[in-house]
Protein backbone atom coordinates (compact mmCIF):
# COMPACT_ATOMS: atom_id res chain seq x y z
CA UNK A 1 0.00 0.00 0.00
CA UNK A 2 1.26 3.23 -1.08
CA UNK A 3 3.82 2.23 -3.58
CA UNK A 4 3.83 3.86 -6.69
CA UNK A 5 3.56 1.48 -9.49
CA UNK A 6 6.92 0.09 -10.85
CA UNK A 7 8.69 0.38 -7.74
CA UNK A 8 10.09 -2.64 -6.98
CA UNK A 9 8.60 -4.47 -3.44
CA UNK A 10 10.95 -3.65 -0.44
CA UNK A 11 9.72 -5.01 2.62
CA UNK A 12 11.18 -4.12 5.65
CA UNK A 13 12.70 -6.74 7.45
CA UNK A 14 14.30 -7.84 10.96
CA UNK A 15 18.03 -9.03 10.67
CA UNK A 16 20.44 -10.41 13.25
CA UNK A 17 23.61 -8.48 13.37
CA UNK A 18 26.67 -9.92 15.22
CA UNK A 19 29.74 -7.19 15.26
CA UNK A 20 33.39 -8.51 15.76
CA UNK A 21 36.59 -6.82 16.16
CA UNK A 22 37.06 -3.46 14.61
CA UNK A 23 33.06 -3.26 13.74
CA UNK A 24 32.55 -4.53 17.00
CA UNK A 25 34.44 -1.68 18.88
CA UNK A 26 32.88 0.95 16.42
CA UNK A 27 29.60 0.34 16.83
CA UNK A 28 29.51 -0.46 21.03
CA UNK A 29 27.95 -3.62 21.05
CA UNK A 30 28.40 -6.98 19.83
CA UNK A 31 24.74 -7.48 18.22
CA UNK A 32 21.32 -6.03 17.67
CA UNK A 33 18.10 -6.42 15.62
CA UNK A 34 17.85 -4.15 12.73
CA UNK A 35 15.17 -3.05 10.98
CA UNK A 36 15.61 -2.77 7.36
CA UNK A 37 15.02 -2.21 3.67
CA UNK A 38 17.95 -3.47 2.41
CA UNK A 39 17.47 -6.24 0.00
CA UNK A 40 20.67 -7.64 -0.07
CA UNK A 41 24.09 -7.97 2.44
CA UNK A 42 25.97 -5.40 0.52
CA UNK A 43 23.14 -2.81 1.13
CA UNK A 44 22.83 -3.60 4.34
CA UNK A 45 26.52 -2.91 4.98
CA UNK A 46 26.01 0.42 3.06
CA UNK A 47 22.83 1.41 5.56
CA UNK A 48 25.01 0.36 8.59
CA UNK A 49 28.31 1.80 7.41
CA UNK A 50 26.02 5.23 6.92
CA UNK A 51 24.17 4.95 9.81
CA UNK A 52 27.56 4.15 12.33
CA UNK A 53 30.47 5.35 10.81
CA UNK A 54 32.26 2.21 10.15
CA UNK A 55 35.90 3.08 8.77
CA UNK A 56 36.04 -0.34 6.68
CA UNK A 57 35.31 -0.35 3.42
CA UNK A 58 32.75 -2.96 1.85
CA UNK A 59 35.57 -4.37 -0.55
CA UNK A 60 37.85 -5.31 2.81
CA UNK A 61 35.07 -7.30 4.47
CA UNK A 62 33.55 -10.49 3.59
CA UNK A 63 29.93 -11.47 4.95
CA UNK A 64 28.22 -14.31 6.11
CA UNK A 65 24.71 -15.29 6.48
CA UNK A 66 23.45 -17.65 9.19
CA UNK A 67 26.64 -19.10 9.66
CA UNK A 68 28.16 -19.17 6.14
CA UNK A 69 29.88 -17.44 3.96
CA UNK A 70 27.84 -15.68 1.44
CA UNK A 71 28.25 -13.48 -1.92
CA UNK A 72 27.10 -9.82 -1.44
CA UNK A 73 24.44 -9.94 -3.44
CA UNK A 74 22.61 -12.59 -1.08
CA UNK A 75 19.35 -11.81 -0.61
CA UNK A 76 18.26 -10.87 2.91
CA UNK A 77 15.04 -12.79 4.42
CA UNK A 78 13.35 -12.33 7.86
CA UNK A 79 15.41 -12.72 10.59
CA UNK A 80 18.56 -13.72 8.88
CA UNK A 81 21.73 -13.53 10.63
CA UNK A 82 24.47 -11.38 9.47
CA UNK A 83 27.81 -11.08 10.19
CA UNK A 84 30.61 -8.57 8.58
CA UNK A 85 34.07 -10.12 8.65
CA UNK A 86 36.89 -7.37 8.35
CA UNK A 87 40.11 -8.94 7.09
CA UNK A 88 41.12 -11.48 9.55
CA UNK A 89 44.32 -12.33 10.92
CA UNK A 90 44.80 -15.53 12.63
CA UNK A 91 47.66 -17.62 13.09
CA UNK B 1 40.23 -32.66 14.89
CA UNK B 2 39.74 -28.49 14.63
CA UNK B 3 39.75 -25.99 17.75
CA UNK B 4 39.57 -23.16 19.58
CA UNK B 5 40.64 -22.17 23.47
CA UNK B 6 40.63 -19.89 25.58
CA UNK B 7 43.13 -21.05 27.86
CA UNK B 8 47.21 -22.43 27.08
CA UNK B 9 47.19 -25.20 24.27
CA UNK B 10 48.35 -28.49 25.75
CA UNK B 11 51.13 -30.17 23.12
CA UNK B 12 51.09 -33.74 24.63
CA UNK B 13 47.62 -34.14 25.24
CA UNK B 14 47.40 -33.23 21.11
CA UNK B 15 50.10 -35.07 20.01
CA UNK B 16 48.90 -37.71 22.04
CA UNK B 17 45.49 -37.99 19.84
CA UNK B 18 47.37 -38.04 16.90
CA UNK B 19 49.50 -41.22 17.77
CA UNK B 20 48.88 -44.12 15.19
CA UNK B 21 51.05 -46.93 14.41
CA UNK B 22 50.76 -46.43 10.20
CA UNK B 23 52.55 -43.41 10.21
CA UNK B 24 56.10 -42.91 9.96
CA UNK B 25 55.99 -39.18 10.21
CA UNK B 26 54.65 -36.39 12.40
CA UNK B 27 55.30 -33.02 11.57
CA UNK B 28 53.97 -30.07 13.94
CA UNK B 29 53.71 -25.53 13.90
CA UNK B 30 53.45 -23.63 16.82
CA UNK B 31 52.34 -20.25 15.91
CA UNK B 32 53.85 -17.81 18.92
CA UNK B 33 52.98 -14.35 19.89
CA UNK B 34 56.00 -12.54 18.72
CA UNK B 35 57.58 -9.14 20.53
CA UNK B 36 57.19 -7.26 17.36
CA UNK B 37 55.36 -6.24 14.50
CA UNK B 38 55.47 -3.55 12.02
CA UNK B 39 58.78 -2.74 14.03
CA UNK B 40 56.24 -1.61 16.80
CA UNK B 41 56.95 -3.20 20.21
CA UNK B 42 54.19 -5.47 20.94
CA UNK B 43 52.97 -6.02 24.92
CA UNK B 44 50.32 -8.50 24.39
CA UNK B 45 47.40 -10.08 21.83
CA UNK B 46 44.29 -10.26 21.83
CA UNK B 47 42.27 -13.02 19.35
CA UNK B 48 38.39 -12.92 19.20
CA UNK B 49 36.94 -15.29 17.15
CA UNK B 50 33.62 -15.84 14.93
CA UNK B 51 33.13 -18.76 16.73
CA UNK B 52 30.57 -20.59 14.84
CA UNK B 53 32.07 -19.66 11.61
CA UNK B 54 35.42 -20.59 12.77
CA UNK B 55 34.99 -24.13 13.72
CA UNK B 56 33.24 -24.71 10.04
CA UNK B 57 36.29 -22.89 8.15
CA UNK B 58 38.71 -24.52 10.59
CA UNK B 59 37.26 -28.23 10.35
CA UNK B 60 37.06 -27.50 6.26
CA UNK B 61 40.34 -26.91 6.06
CA UNK B 62 41.67 -29.68 7.64
CA UNK B 63 39.53 -32.42 5.41
CA UNK B 64 40.81 -30.43 2.61
CA UNK B 65 44.62 -31.38 3.53
CA UNK B 66 43.34 -34.52 4.25
CA UNK B 67 41.86 -34.95 0.67
CA UNK B 68 44.91 -33.07 -0.86
CA UNK B 69 47.79 -34.76 0.60
CA UNK B 70 46.35 -38.05 1.49
CA UNK B 71 47.65 -37.84 5.31
CA UNK B 72 46.56 -39.80 8.75
CA UNK B 73 45.49 -37.62 10.61
CA UNK B 74 45.18 -33.59 11.05
CA UNK B 75 44.97 -31.54 14.33
CA UNK B 76 44.93 -27.57 14.77
CA UNK B 77 44.08 -25.52 17.96
CA UNK B 78 43.64 -21.68 17.54
CA UNK B 79 43.74 -19.84 20.84
CA UNK B 80 41.37 -16.81 21.39
CA UNK B 81 41.34 -14.45 24.16
CA UNK B 82 44.49 -13.00 25.89
CA UNK B 83 47.89 -14.04 24.79
CA UNK B 84 51.33 -12.80 26.33
CA UNK B 85 54.86 -12.76 24.67
CA UNK B 86 56.22 -16.23 23.87
CA UNK B 87 52.49 -18.02 24.24
CA UNK B 88 50.99 -20.64 21.19
CA UNK B 89 48.67 -18.86 19.53
CA UNK B 90 48.30 -21.78 17.02
CA UNK B 91 49.12 -25.32 16.71
CA UNK B 92 49.04 -27.86 13.91
CA UNK B 93 49.68 -31.42 14.09
CA UNK B 94 50.18 -33.69 10.87
CA UNK B 95 50.63 -37.56 10.63
CA UNK B 96 51.42 -39.27 7.84
CA UNK B 97 53.09 -42.95 6.30
CA UNK B 98 55.70 -40.47 5.33
CA UNK B 99 57.55 -36.83 5.59
CA UNK B 100 56.94 -34.96 2.52
CA UNK B 101 53.11 -35.32 2.52
CA UNK B 102 52.92 -34.45 6.16
CA UNK B 103 55.33 -30.89 5.71
CA UNK B 104 53.03 -30.10 2.65
CA UNK B 105 50.11 -30.50 4.83
CA UNK B 106 51.11 -28.31 7.79
CA UNK B 107 52.06 -25.43 5.65
CA UNK B 108 48.69 -26.38 3.47
CA UNK B 109 46.90 -26.15 6.90
CA UNK B 110 48.61 -23.03 8.49
CA UNK B 111 48.65 -20.96 4.78
CA UNK B 112 44.68 -21.62 5.02
CA UNK B 113 44.52 -20.44 8.69
CA UNK B 114 45.97 -17.32 8.51
CA UNK B 115 43.86 -16.43 5.50
CA UNK B 116 40.47 -18.01 5.78
CA UNK B 117 39.93 -18.69 9.47
CA UNK B 118 37.22 -15.80 10.85
CA UNK B 119 39.51 -14.52 13.46
CA UNK B 120 40.89 -11.05 14.40
CA UNK B 121 44.11 -10.21 16.69
CA UNK B 122 44.25 -6.61 18.44
CA UNK B 123 47.76 -5.92 19.20
CA UNK B 124 48.92 -3.57 22.46
CA UNK B 125 52.08 -1.60 21.90
CA UNK B 126 54.49 -1.26 24.95
CA UNK B 127 53.61 2.52 24.10
CA UNK B 128 50.04 1.93 25.66
CA UNK B 129 48.31 2.46 21.83
CA UNK B 130 46.35 -0.87 20.35
CA UNK B 131 44.77 -1.80 17.16
CA UNK B 132 43.49 -4.49 14.96
CA UNK B 133 45.65 -6.01 12.72
CA UNK B 134 45.16 -5.52 9.08
CA UNK B 135 42.28 -3.16 9.87
CA UNK B 136 44.56 -0.43 10.22
CA UNK B 137 42.09 3.38 8.84
CA UNK B 138 45.39 4.94 7.48
CA UNK B 139 46.14 5.20 4.08
CA UNK B 140 47.72 2.12 3.36
CA UNK B 141 45.21 -0.18 4.91
CA UNK B 142 44.89 -1.16 1.19
CA UNK B 143 48.36 -1.77 0.75
CA UNK B 144 48.74 -3.86 4.09
CA UNK B 145 45.81 -6.23 3.02
CA UNK B 146 47.71 -7.12 -0.52
CA UNK B 147 50.37 -7.93 1.03
CA UNK B 148 48.97 -10.51 3.40
CA UNK B 149 47.33 -11.95 0.60
CA UNK B 150 43.49 -10.67 2.76
CA UNK B 151 40.83 -9.93 0.02
Redesign the interface.
Known sequence: MGLSSGMPFTAEKQIHVDYFAILKEQRGKDSEVIQTSAATAQELYSELKERFGFSLAQNHLSVAVNDEFAKWDTPLKENDRVVFIPPVAGG | MFKLSQTDIDINILKASLLDAKAGAYVSFE?WVRDTNDSRHVLQLE????E??AL??GAKILEEAQTRFGINGAACV?RTGSLQIGEI??WIGVTCEHRQEAFEACRYI?DE??????????ETYTDGSSG????R?HAH??EI?QE?G??
Open positions: GYQAYTLKEHAVIIKTRLPIWKKWVNCQAENVVS
